[in-house]
């Protein structure tokens, strides 16, 4: 927990948003309402997203998921864009039964194939849609060393370059659409990244190692760098053009499918599943 020493007064919460609010307790902001235990229904509570055109990536469960359908259930037109057509489309139908009503849609999108990146970009911009919010969530996680048919290793692809090149060919659309925000999902983990060689230089290979130099932990750690990299420059770029760019860490450790590739992470994340954030 944190402690004012001022004042004595201790929160767990972040202290910036915790002793403001005691602060001043007669008109509290909406954000300084939030903590560990806030949900993404009661963050939106009261907003209308109605003519809202939201992109998520890796939408048909997780994160991506819990994100698109908070969105569509306060009116946003939101885009599941997910490797698999048949599963985004199951979780199209299980938002549709929460509210019949919803705007949901998935189209495919398969990070690991820049040209599935670039065929998206143009069958979403057939649609002459505007793009408010586009949010880069999809990512793989303790994956097995393999490479992409791009000749690239697939965790730097899928958590990094897919998403960096589907934002450059929906970068004008953006524009158009301001005020519009990009949001990157990345992870506390990107501090425990070293890529440097042996003479302390930058070694941009790292990225993309070969399997000998190949550690999936280390890699994720990497790809979750070069997110919060891109999205700062990102945010530099195209905040005059009133487009934002923002990286978040979403929580440590949440239980969802990210997990999956190897059972040694399965039992350590339902081993700390109690003590989480959950879904």
């Not at 586009?134 to 998403?163: K, M, R, Y």
């Not at 992870?187 to 399997?211: A, M, N, Q, T, V």
Request: proline residues 4%; contains cysteine.
């Amino acid at each position: 927990f944190f402690c004012s020493h001022i004042n004595k007064r201790t929160t767990y919460l972040d202290p910036r948003l915790a002793f403001t609010v005691e602060d001043n307790p007669a008109k509290p902001t909406t954000r300084q309402k939030y903590d560990g235990n806030t949900t993404a229904m009661e963050i939106l509570q009261g907003r209308d997203l109605s003519g809202k055109v939201v992109i998520i990536t890796g939408a048909n469960s997780g994160i991506g998921f819990e994100t698109a359908k908070s969105l569509a259930l306060h009116g946003a037109c939101v885009i599941l864009a997910c490797r698999s057509l048949a599963r985004g489309n199951e979780a199209v139908q299980r938002i549709l039964g929460e509210w019949h009503k919803a705007k949901v849609e998935a189209m495919t999108l398969d990070l690991a194939s820049l040209q599935s990146v670039q065929n998206f970009a143009e069958a979403f911009k057939s649609k002459n849609l505007p793009l408010h919010i586009l949010i880069c969530n999809a990512a793989v996680f303790a994956a097995p060393w393999s490479l992409t048919e791009d000749g690239l290793e697939s965790t730097f692809q899928v958590n990094h370059l897919g998403h960096f090149y589907l934002v450059q060919l929906l970068g004008d659309v953006l524009r158009q659409s301001s005020p519009a925000r990009v949001v990157m999902v990345s992870s506390e983990s990107h501090r425990f990244s070293e890529i440097k060689d042996s003479s302390g230089k930058l070694d941009f290979s790292l990225l993309s190692p070969s399997k000998k130099e190949y550690w999936a932990m280390l890699a994720y750690n990497r790809s979750k760098l070069c997110n919060i990299l891109f999205s700062s420059e990102l945010n530099r770029r195209l905040s005059p053009h009133g487009v934002t760019s923002n990286s978040v860490h979403p929580g440590n450790m949440i239980y969802s499918s990210i997990h999956r590739n190897w059972w040694v992470y399965t039992l350590l994340f339902t081993l700390v599943r109690p003590f989480t954030k959950s879904m």
